[in-house]
């Protein structure tokens, strides 16, 4: 999620082609080193990127749908608020914790998930989301969102470590 808030932020100032940028690794030692101060240096660097001048009139590039993908600003930053969305229900499921967003919050997403294209490059190693698969519960927002997105909504991990469960940080 560091990462994510990189690249788009380096999308939104125009450098988001820069594959490198949107690479775990390019963050990895940081996040190693201070995961929390990591996150939150990434986050007030969205947050001003977000808010430049002109912003909302500028296109970002993409690399993660592929060579060249550009997409309006405004859609641009949608797909990351669908990031949030579908990576908070994957940390919160794979720790074992309930996942519950507000109704507005899903139903702001919904339609932002579903303009998220789908295609071959969803089969790539580094893609964010895998190819669409078939909602188990159509009238279930939110398991809609995460079918399109390739994930299974009943998905439980296959081990969950009792410390991470009980809260212990270790």
């Known amino acids: ?64 749908f592929g060579p060249g993908a550009m997409f309006p600003a405004a859609m641009a930053i949608g797909f990351h608020y669908v990031d949030y969305v579908v990576h908070g229900w994957d940390v919160a499921r794979t720790l074992g914790k309930p996942y519950e967003l507000p109704v507005d919050v899903v139903a702001a997403a919904l339609p932002l998930a579903l303009v998220v294209p789908d295609g071959d490059f969803r089969t790539m190693d580094s893609a964010p989301f895998g190819p669409a698969i078939p909602s188990t519960d159509p009238a279930d927002d939110l398991d809609r969102i995460l079918a399109y997105l390739g994930r299974s909504p009943q998905w439980q991990p296959t081990v969950v470590q009792a410390a991470v469960v009980a809260g212990d940080p270790r």
């Open 1 to 64: 999620m560091t990462v994510q808030h990189r690249g788009f932020a380096a999308a939104a100032r125009g450098h988001g082609a820069d594959e490198s940028i949107w690479r775990p690794a390019t963050v990895a030692d940081a996040v190693a080193a201070d995961p929390a101060g990591a996150y939150s240096a990434a986050a007030g660097e969205l947050i001003d990127a977000f808010a430049g001048d002109d912003v909302l009139d500028s296109e970002f590039a993409l690399p993660e």
